[in-house]
């Protein structure tokens, strides 16, 4: 028996539900690369990403996942041999480090325990005592979607600020721009990479790099520089040379269609709304865990992200409960990655995302628990519920 038949709810942190907007977007001829309107949409784009990113700087449109901006970044201002400090709150820090001392680069990694956010006075003090000035960049990531924690990037960056070093500051807003805010320029952020499929609510494929003053001086004296990711090879006079190449035509409709649906309801709006329906499933799981089987994995209220929501699990594997979701009920809940494979799920609430499709996807993980026998705290979808009720007001 099965009640699965309908629109299946895709609750993982990215690829995010695409808006039916912006898949008819893409459902057009293509347009010969140097017609003047994908022109205009190619400069249309960059200068609304650094909107997004909260910058003045200039933005690049890469045809490539966040793994792609990853590279980008390192590459265009970095050596080989240089050091960088990774901050660990999750997998993604940790891979992006990696990324990076597969270049060539010694990435020394600040051991976080997936559980809180980075502290920021002690990167200040891993960089006050740098005194040599060997360390390049500083990697974070604001929100971690394997843990679910959420990094205070302004206050890593006056740390970095206030160390008086002159690293360059990374940040990967891949899983936060267009849900939370994001202030680049006010964060002493140098540059910020993110990619088309969470926030975003495009498909995947697309990835976007900002890049700050301090970051441009790097980039000159940069011995990684390649042609595809290079800065400088991108901003030649030719619409082809600002993608490398054929411009991802498609990709570009859909984002158009995906940043108008954002700036329609307002970036404060989407913060808003993202705000309200994490807590939303905050509240279901923290009745959840009554039953001493759920849990937050992130130990600290300030520390859970608006973006995802991370379950851990004592003594039960999770795969039988995301399989009955899924299998059951047409719901697609996130696995643990890295360390918390087997040991917990995650629910997405980011991107196109509303009170109804939340509370759904809270109303099934619920049955399936009931179903399975779990242990819970009941009511969980009614805390939801008594909260959103008392919240969004009429």
Request: aromatic share 6%; charged share 25%; hydrophobic share 45%.
């Amino acid at each position: 028996m099965t009640v699965r038949a309908g629109r299946e709810f895709l609750a993982v942190p990215g690829p995010t539900n695409v808006p039916d907007e912006v898949l008819q977007a893409m459902h057009r001829p293509a347009l010969e690369i140097y017609d003047a309107s994908l022109i205009a949409l190619t400069d249309e784009l960059i200068r609304d990403l650094s909107r997004l990113f909260g910058t003045t700087a200039r933005c690049f449109i890469y045809t490539a996942n966040g793994h792609g901006a990853w590279e980008a970044a390192l590459t265009n201002v970095l050596s080989r041999g240089d050091k960088i400090l990774v901050l660990e709150s999750g997998r993604f820090a940790v891979d992006w480090g990696e990324a990076a001392a597969r270049l060539g680069i010694e990435a020394d990694v600040v051991k976080g325990d997936w559980r809180r956010a980075v502290e920021p006075a002690e990167i200040e003090q891993r960089l006050r005592d740098d005194k040599a000035g060997a360390i390049k960049a500083v990697l974070a990531v604001q929100i971690e979607t394997s843990s679910g924690v959420v990094n205070d990037i302004a206050a890593i960056g006056r740390a970095i600020k206030a160390a008086g070093h002159e690293a360059l500051f990374m940040v990967d807003a891949v899983a936060s721009l267009g849900c939370v805010s994001f202030a680049m320029d006010d964060w002493n952020v140098d540059i910020a990479v993110a990619g088309s499929q969470k926030g975003l609510m495009s498909p995947p494929g697309l990835s976007f790099v900002a890049a700050g003053p301090r970051a441009r001086e790097a980039h000159r004296k940069a011995g990684l520089r390649t042609p595809y990711w290079d800065w400088t090879a991108r901003e030649g006079e030719h619409h082809y040379a600002k993608h490398g190449g054929t411009p991802p035509v498609h990709m570009m409709f859909a984002l158009r269609a995906a940043l108008d649906l954002l700036f329609r309801e307002g970036l404060e709006n989407a913060f808003l709304r993202h705000r309200l329906l994490a807590e939303a499933v905050r509240r279901t799981v923290a009745a959840w865990s009554k039953g001493n089987v759920l849990s937050f994995n992130v130990v600290a209220p300030a520390d859970r992200s608006d973006t995802v929501t991370t379950v851990l699990m004592e003594g039960y594997d999770p795969r039988p409960l995301r399989d009955y979701c899924d299998f059951k009920c047409g719901v697609v809940l996130g696995r643990g990655l890295g360390k918390l494979s087997g040991k917990a799920f995650r629910i997405a609430h980011m991107g196109h995302i509303n009170a109804p499709m939340m509370l759904g996807t809270l109303g099934v993980i619920e049955m399936g628990l009931r179903a399975l026998r779990i242990p819970h705290g009941h009511s969980g979808v009614a805390a939801a519920v008594d909260y959103l009720g008392e919240t969004v007001k009429p």
